[in-house]
């Protein structure tokens, strides 16, 4: 079921279209402070985008590399932010 906004003028013109942008949740994954790895998320669904949830006022964020052709999302820990890599959980999906 398609899903969006799609908005026409009185002549009948389509002036807003946004029923190919939206972004979905496709899932988050809990990383440790200084956890490096990756994972892979199926491709074929849009562009693949990703978030780092962090409870730290100032919003850290680890390093971050998303591959759009094979899925893969690799992370490691930022030992430059002020005192040190934070655990954060990563929000992911696509649009």
Same mark, same amino acid.
């Given at each position: 079921? *398609? %899903? !969006? @906004? ?8 389509? $002036? @807003?279209?946004i ?5 979905? @949740? *496709?899932?988050?994954? %809990?990383?440790? %402070?200084?956890?490096? #790895?990756?994972f $892979?998320?199926? /491709? !074929?669904?849009?562009? $693949?985008?990703v978030?780092?949830?962090? %409870?730290?006022v100032? !919003? ?10 094979t #899925?893969?999302? $690799?992370? !490691?820990?930022?030992?430059t932010?002020?005192?040190g890599?934070r655990?954060? /959980?990563?929000i992911? #999906?696509?649009?």
């Amino acid at each position: 079921m *398609a %899903a !969006g @906004v799609k908005v026409w003028d009185a002549a009948g013109n389509l $002036i @807003v279209d946004i029923t190919s942008r939206l972004s979905r @949740v *496709a899932g988050t994954r %809990a990383i440790g %402070a200084t956890e490096v #790895g990756n994972f $892979i998320i199926p /491709t !074929g669904y849009g562009q $693949i985008w990703v978030h780092p949830l962090s %409870a730290d006022v100032h !919003g850290y964020t680890p390093h971050l590399d998303v591959s759009q052709e094979t #899925g893969q999302i $690799i992370f !490691g820990p930022d030992f430059t932010y002020p005192g040190g890599p934070r655990p954060v /959980t990563l929000i992911y #999906g696509y649009r």
